[in-house]
């Protein structure tokens, strides 16, 4: 048998032996052990002195000092941390009340809370189990329907994969050589674009279909104001509570004499409630500012840097930056910055018009349960992507965010603790170990020259970049059918890498339409991980078939976000070619 069908009886091997249950680092490192010493045998060479020895000391060693690995235990600690020291019920009744007026409030509760958790954990299983445990048991008894609270759950629980920071683009960036930080930046939209195709699939099935998401009762949707809220409000002679804070603080006599639950209502309390009934236009205000700074302030002080030492050379002055309307098409973000700043001051302005009792005890609830989540959130992403700290720092942020808020929700102890940090080495040993392998299993394989062949045999198909892309994304496809995606990013990716300068593919393009792909790994049976995990929590009645049912549109759901994406890439490359260049 010549070396090049060894290298495709080792791939081969490779699929056949992992489905049949093997662990896949030690099922790599020894088929590539075995077929490296076929690869380097000489007749009459001693056992110990074959190179496919040094061979796997190398790989070994690279993969150890592999820079871009050090981010995983960070940020897998952060998601084992946040698993077991979170406020993720707390967050799913909030958000509930919150879209307790739109069709399948339950479901779409169920979809955010995925989203925001996934980004925080990372994990996958962690994520559908809790989700399963809180929310599934609730969507049954509201009369939804099996099939979409199950698939609802699982489809949602994948996104903490694929929404940065996730180790899957850690993986991808050290098996293709590419920037963490700029794969984290290709990722965001297309991460948040597929859950709102989620979305908007979960309420148009709710729209047509009233039956499979009935709306809930009065006792459910009812949010809990106190009844010294109403007095408050009574006392100050308004329904709007923003109006009334504001007497209140002009005139705190009447306030004192309020008795709240846990005491008088004191000034120090009108300053808090104050405060929360201003996060919606801190929010707006914030986001509109940190968009004008970066856009505008911070591009207009880079172009008038001048170098240093220039000044020493006596050169002319530096110009200042042109003003916006000299600006020729950048003049275009101008004016649509002005609309957005106008329509959010007139939502804004509507939303404090109309800020009732009921109004203002869900922002209440959104901010005690969501903000912390959400600030550790944005400042982990905000700090690597505009370049102030790198991945790995980042990691480290998010790794003490995580013991911060797990503190601050007071379920944290010291057994917890060490569970979070057990199974943090204990996955990053895993991992570590995966790289170990594919190193040395793409190492003998290119050897064998199994690279090659592929290459030739794809090249003599004289495709065009369109049909290749669709090719390569199809074998991943029907790859994560049978196989998990951490099989597909380090054994069959490194086999695509190559051939994508040939069509001149943007490897960030193309890893991150892999890594929305690998969505569909989950949700597929017959490895459909996501379903076994919400299979162990869901009630007897449940069963696997009417769960992998519920899966199923969803893939199509992915098929139809990568396409999206291929035809308008702008939504993956538009934001790392805006913050760090071509």
């Known amino acids: 048998m010549s070396d090049p069908a060894l290298g495709l009886l080792m791939l081969g091997l490779i699929v056949v032996v992992i489905m049949m249950g093997f662990p896949t680092a030690f099922t790599l490192m020894g088929l590539g052990m075995m077929f490296g010493y076929v690869a380097f045998y000489t007749p009459g060479q001693s056992f110990f002195d074959n190179r496919v020895f040094d061979l796997m000391v190398d790989r070994t060693y690279g993969a150890m000092t592999n820079d871009v690995l050090i981010s995983i235990p960070l940020f897998v600690l952060m998601g084992y941390v946040m698993e077991r020291g979170a406020l993720v019920d707390k967050m799913f009744y909030s958000i509930q009340l919150a879209f307790r007026n739109v069709p399948a409030s339950l479901a779409v509760a169920t979809l955010i809370v995925c989203t925001f958790w996934g980004i925080a954990s990372g994990l996958v299983g962690a994520v559908v189990v809790l989700m399963g445990v809180i929310a599934f048991n609730p969507m049954l008894r509201a009369g939804y329907d099996v099939k979409l609270a199950a698939g609802v759950i699982t489809a949602g629980g994948t996104l903490g994969i694929l929404i940065p920071p996730s180790v899957m683009i850690i993986v991808y960036a050290a098996v293709a050589g590419q920037s963490v930080v700029k794969l984290y930046a290709a990722t965001m939209f297309p991460g948040f674009f597929l859950s709102l195709l989620y979305l908007v699939y979960i309420v148009g099935w709710a729209m047509i279909n009233p039956k499979i998401a009935p709306p809930l009762p009065p006792e459910q949707t009812r949010v809990p104001v106190p009844e010294w809220r109403r007095q408050f409000l009574t006392a100050y002679g308004s329904e709007n509570v923003f109006v009334a804070l504001l007497r209140a603080l002009a005139s705190p006599g009447r306030a004192r004499a309020i008795v709240t639950d846990k005491g008088a209502y004191s000034y120090r309390k009108l300053i808090a409630d104050l405060f929360m009934s201003l996060v919606p236009f801190i929010l707006v205000a914030g986001t509109l500012w940190l968009v004008w700074w970066y856009v505008v302030i911070h591009q207009q002080v880079a172009a008038i840097e001048v170098p240093e030492g220039l000044e020493q050379l006596g050169s002319a002055p530096v110009e200042a930056a042109p003003s916006p309307a000299e600006q020729g098409p950048a003049a275009s973000f101008y004016y649509t910055f002005g609309a957005i700043a106008v329509l959010g001051a007139v939502i804004i302005a509507r939303y404090y018009r109309r800020m009732n009792a009921d109004r203002f005890e869900v922002i209440r609830l959104l901010t005690q349960s969501v903000a912390p989540l959400g600030i550790l959130t944005v400042v982990v992403l905000a700090v690597i992507l505009f370049g102030i700290t790198t991945a790995t720092e980042s990691a480290a ?140 929590v869901a009630p007897k009645h449940v069963t696997l078939n009417q769960i992998f049912a519920g899966m199923m549109p969803y893939m199509f759901v992915v098929i139809v976000c990568m396409v999206i994406m291929y035809f308008w890439p702008g939504l993956t490359l538009w934001l790392p070619e805006y913050l760090y260049g071509n």
């Open 397 to 536: 942020v998010g790794a003490a965010g995580a013991f911060l808020l797990a503190f601050y929700a007071r379920t944290l102890d010291w057994k917890r603790t060490k569970e979070a940090v057990f199974l943090t080495a204990k996955t990053t040993a895993m991992v570590c170990w995966l790289f170990v392998g594919s190193a040395l299993f793409s190492g003998v394989f290119a050897i064998l020259g199994g690279q090659a062949l592929l290459e030739k045999w794809v090249l003599a198909l004289n495709m065009s970049p369109t049909a290749f892309m669709i090719l390569s994304q199809a074998i991943i496809f029907v790859l994560g059918w049978p196989l998990e995606w951490t099989e597909i990013i380090v054994i069959f990716v490194p086999i695509f890498l190559p051939m994508l300068k040939h069509f001149n593919i943007d490897p960030v393009l193309w890893g991150v339409l892999v890594f929305v792909n690998l969505q569909a790994a989950f949700l597929s049976p017959p490895v459909a991980m996501s379903a076994f995990y919400l299979k162990g």
